[in-house]
């Protein structure tokens, strides 16, 4: 009876959503649980760059962009609830911010027809567009990560990492198990020794690792981590007085929530990135006066300029280029989510095109093709200065070893294309 | 009122041992049946199914093995989420080991290798108790979820360690993979649900719930009257074994179709169904049901109104849905201890005995 009521209820509250004919962008978001800290930047940079074309050009192509939030807490279940809850508002394309939830939507989203963009997470095979052909991971993905970092130490070690050891300190899920296979690959290609130390989520528990770190005395500790799991993992480090130039995370661990809190210690620090860092770029000004200033800042409107606010601002910045190029494309301003999905296919960032948005020098030129989704692949290593209270890069960019990590793509993709009795094929 | 009678008149033991004594009752159940099996498939769509029906369905399947043992057994246990990650890695390793089979038999073969792995760990409850056997289900619990992490065999080695479900049909209608339709992984799941309700419902009735009973409310009593309490034990194991690992492996392989082991069968998800067993009501199958209702629903439903109705930012929802979940747990469990299970049983019997109750 209880549940009857109930379904009755909810099924008049979601008949009453009305539906617009709007450019419709889910935000499933997480401001909640152990992941909360870096997602609520993320979501904010996010939501603001729309409020800012809606606010500053009337929408994208004289159409207004619509974004509706959803709460995942970086739980899977609710991020099924939040997809299959919003998919009918005509959602033009999903950026989960989970590896987990991603799996989760990769056959629902290609199912429906949905792209999914998922920046510097998710399947790494998806880069294989002819298997994979509504998943989208450019501009570079964990693989392209891990060999970027390798590449780093390489070059500082005047060439070879013969006879080193380097740890993976990775969060224990599909996450973090990605760059396992390419860090083994590589291991081969320049001789250095893996070690690896997993951590279980969310990553609170991790003393035993840093115990194993202090015994077996690694030259590098790379990590894999995500939310709560980093801050301590720096503290940790920090604790052990572990060289912290020499430990460098991915992109995902990076950000100004991470480090602050082991304090001055944590200087040193280094993390990937693959777009550039810091407010000095001509749109904050536009952000500041059209939709901090304005009073339309998503969430708390205080994460403007940090490294996960610049990394949402990015995504969504992705996700308005395609949506303009699937105009072009397809001669209407109100598209489809196959529309998208095209204009997605057919992306094309240059530096002309960011200059022209107020982002001259933010991230790597890159094309996307039906073979390739996953961008080129260039990333830079970025350092935290605690006196500045600022990650700076330290490197130009520069691309990943494409000769270890393409033939894994392939191989990959062709697994699960063989799994799910997909046909490759543009 | 509803009820047109006062009381029970049972003439004859048929009567009097029914699982629903009062015609009305009955009758309302062959109704809900009907509508369950003949309607709800032609007008769910995918958000139905996967916001609601799914997870009530395959919870409730998890929640009435969790009740048998804790409920009619006596034997608490803490490792559900684990028991549930056995069911979903054998249902994988079946379906693609052996992939001409029929779902059908994978999912119940699933329960059947989650049932003896439950024996194994109820060995101990031969030995102890009450808390302290909580503690060593809890121990099953992160030894399972740690293994099917760490054992490359279980997840067939893939480079993520996440298992996904390959599409599998019955009758030639998908009903795992991404191209099911709604209605047919919400009849799959219900086909489950209803047997296993019935299955539970008629077991403890019979003797083996009688000695299940027994053991629960006094075991040394129970052994000179002659239960078997090794017997008694390791059945309510291995039959609540059963249920969870289908659970599991409809959780998996209809409802979820990948699954990361640590995220989805943590220490979380024991004590969520833990939860709807309490909160439903000890010893009962329909607090079972009325427990994952409850656990399952209330949160879509916040949402929906808080969200979606009120036009709140969802982190404020989901804050106050750990508020608002947390104070109605407090308040049900003060004003009714029994669970739902016992509102609805007290209400009836009001009810029946309107207008003067006593």
Not at chain 1, 7 to 25: G, K, N, Q
């Amino acid at each position: 009876m209880k549940q009857k009521l109930l379904t009755a209820i909810a099924a008049t509250m979601m008949a009453a959503s009305p539906a617009l004919a709007d450019l419709v962008i889910v935000d499933t978001s997480y401001r909640t649980g152990p992941y909360a800290a870096n997602g609520i930047p993320f979501s904010d940079g996010y939501q603001d760059y729309f409020t800012l074309l809606n606010e500053r050009d009337g929408g994208i192509g004289g159409e207004a962009v619509r974004v509706v939030e959803c709460e995942t807490g970086y739980n899977t279940e609710k991020g099924v609830e939040c997809y299959e809850a919003t998919k009918g508002e005509g959602a033009l394309v999903y950026q989960p911010l989970s590896t987990g939830i991603t799996y989760q939507l990769i056959p629902k989203a290609t199912a429906d027809g949905i792209p999914l963009h998922t920046m510097g997470y998710g399947r790494t095979s998806a880069k294989n567009g002819e298997v994979f052909k509504y998943v989208f991971n450019y501009p570079a993905n964990y693989w392209d990560g891990a060999s970027l970092a390798i590449t780093h130490l390489v070059e500082q070690n005047g060439g070879s990492l013969d006879g080193k050891k380097v740890a993976l300190v990775y969060h224990n899920s599909a996450y973090g198990k990605e760059p396992i296979r390419t860090l083994e690959g590589l291991a081969e290609k320049h001789g250095y020794e893996l070690m690896l130390l997993p951590v279980d989520h969310p990553g609170q528990e991790q003393k035993s690792q840093w115990l194993q770190v202090r015994q077996q005395k690694p030259d590098y500790v790379l990590m894999w981590g995500w939310g709560v799991m980093n801050q301590v993992a720096i503290q940790e480090a920090v604790n052990i007085r572990f060289p912290m130039e020499n430990f460098i995370g991915i992109w995902w661990s990076g950000s100004e929530n991470d480090v602050k809190a082991a304090g001055e210690k944590a200087n040193g620090y280094k993390a990937l990135t693959f777009h550039n860092l810091g407010s000095d770029y001509p749109i904050y000004a536009d952000i500041q006066k059209y939709v901090v200033d304005a009073g339309n800042a998503a969430g708390a409107g205080d994460q403007v300029g940090t490294v996960l606010y610049n990394r949402g601002m990015y995504a969504a910045m992705l996700a308005a280029e395609a949506i303009k190029t699937a105009q072009e494309m397809h001669g209407t301003a109100d598209i489809t989510s196959q529309q998208m999905r095209d204009g997605m296919e057919n992306l094309e960032i240059t530096e002309a095109k960011m200059a022209g948005l107020g982002l001259p020098n933010f991230g790597p030129e890159f094309k996307v093709s039906c073979q390739n989704h996953g961008g080129n692949g260039f990333g830079a290593v970025s350092q935290w200065d605690a006196a500045a209270g600022e990650f700076k890069l330290i490197t130009e960019y520069y691309q990943s070893d494409q000769d270890v990590i393409q033939p894994l793509v392939a191989e990959d993709s062709a697994a699960f294309a063989a799994e799910n009795g997909i046909e490759a094929g543009c | 009122m509803i009820y047109r009678e006062s009381g029970d008149f049972s003439t004859t033991y048929q009567q009097d041992s029914q699982t629903f004594p009062i015609k009305f009752d009955r009758y309302r159940y062959y109704v809900l049946l009907v509508l369950a099996f003949a309607v709800v498939p032609f007008v769910i769509n995918d958000y139905w199914v996967n916001a609601v029906f799914l997870p009530f369905l395959i919870y409730s399947i998890a929640a009435i093995g969790l009740n048998i043992l804790v409920g009619y057994c006596g034997q608490v246990s803490l490792g559900t989420g684990g028991f549930m990650a056995v069911g979903a890695y054998a249902c994988y390793k079946l379906m693609t080991a052996f992939p001409d089979v029929n779902i059908f038999f994978h999912i119940i073969l699933s329960g059947g290798i989650t049932a003896f792995v439950c024996v194994l760990f109820g060995l101990p409850s031969l030995r102890i108790k009450g808390f302290y056997l909580a503690v060593a289900t809890l121990a099953a619990q992160f030894f399972l979820v740690w293994m099917f992490n760490r054992i490359g065999w279980f997840y067939n080695y893939s480079a993520s360690g996440q298992i996904n479900a390959p599409e599998r049909t019955v009758f030639g209608v998908p009903v795992t993979g991404a191209e099911t339709a709604p209605w047919a992984a919400y009849l799959f799941c219900l086909v489950f649900t209803v047997v296993c309700a019935l299955v539970a419902r008629n077991m403890t009735r019979g003797m083996q719930g009688r000695q299940w009973m027994a053991i629960r409310d006094m075991d040394i009593a129970a052994e000179i009257i002659g239960v078997n309490p090794l017997r008694a034990k390791l059945s309510a194991f291995a039959v609540s074994g059963f249920f969870v690992g289908l659970s599991g492996a409809l959780f998996f392989a209809v409802y979820l179709g990948a699954v990361e082991v640590g995220e989805v069968f943590g220490i979380s998800k024991s004590f969520l169904v833990l939860f709807m067993v309490i909160i439903g009501g000890l010893g009962s199958i329909f607090g079972s049901f009325a427990g994952a209702a409850f656990l399952v629903l209330l949160p879509v439903f916040l949402k929906n109104v808080l969200v979606g109705g009120l036009g709140w930012p969802t982190d404020l929802v989901e804050h106050m849905q750990f508020m608002i979940v947390g104070a109605m747990i407090i308040i049900f469990l003060i004003l009714e201890p029994h669970g739902l299970a016992q509102l609805w049983r007290v209400a009836k019997e009001k009810l029946r005995l309107w207008p003067f109750p006593h």
